[in-house]
């Protein structure tokens, strides 16, 4: 079952940079295979849903292996039988809708 | 590793009553061998990070096999290297901090 | 505009126990007239749109007071205009659906 | 206080195509004057508390203008009182992290 995923992983008990946590979960999805898309408040990746998870929980051991003794993690998931809809797909759709002046 | 989840399925292209696919979602959890805390804005339940990870899998399969086209599903997960702590023990420290009049 | 919430706020920079910080915004939930009802991954109410909001910003505000540098807060919202629907219909909803012969 | 937002909003009761939504949220914050970052799980802006809720408020408001009758958003909040951090600082800050020895 393919699935889009955003993941935006907040480790706790640490100080207010967690940059360098979410940079090693970065690297670990792209060990992985993935092409991960990171923005402000997370990162967004798609594939195999299994591959995707175990993905998710080798991020949590990375950061945790980094001393991060707590980690409070939201992920979002979507799945569809419809069709098959790609992250960028997702994008794409919804900038076709921008008309008009407002482009500009 | 030990997992605490917070699982919130929203399934689109339906009705706006979603209640029997939460209800099918519980179900699944349940079987699984899971002891699911519902509530408003979603279902807690806690367990082994594979196991955890192949019971949403079965949610999102459900859902689907009932006909639903698309579903978008948020979760919340936490991991703790410190100590374990369960679903339970986390509500009852915040309550263990209600003090004085406002318990009246 | 009628709103349901859920309010799930994550300190960061500070220790890895939070719950005097979940209390604290339990209470100001309480002190703002709302009937807050916490659970192991977050906090539902429901109110008027702006009543709630100012809330929620009353509790970062109170959180950061505490001497918290950064927060990071996850929220739900749910709004519909077929009907009103309070938090505790939606769980009544699903618990409807438990009897019959799924439950066998 | 300035706060940063991811917001994804969710149609419930309409078909599984939400583009139309999603961009016509995108417009609503352009016209309150800001600067949103539309990614595939959300989009992401910045700006002072009252004024970023006044604008989620108006894309509830527009969406259900649209015919939908129930809608899903999830948000995510970042206040922080130790320094100033806009959303492309935060993009900034990990992708610094990229070069040197931790990308062999």
Request: charged fraction near 25%; include cysteine.
């Amino acid at each position: 079952m393919h699935v889009t995923v955003e993941l935006c992983l907040v480790p706790m008990g640490v100080g207010v940079s967690v940059s360098e946590y979410v940079a090693a979960c970065e690297r670990v999805l792209r060990d992985e295979g993935f092409e991960p898309d990171l923005h402000a408040y997370g990162t967004n990746f798609e594939g195999d849903w299994d591959d995707v998870m175990a993905a998710v929980r080798r991020c949590h051991e990375t950061v945790h292996d980094m001393g991060v003794p707590r980690i409070f993690t939201a992920v979002k998931l979507g799945t569809r039988t419809d069709r098959v809809q790609t992250l960028s797909e997702k994008v794409t759709s919804v900038r076709s809708l921008r008309q008009g002046p407002r482009l500009i």
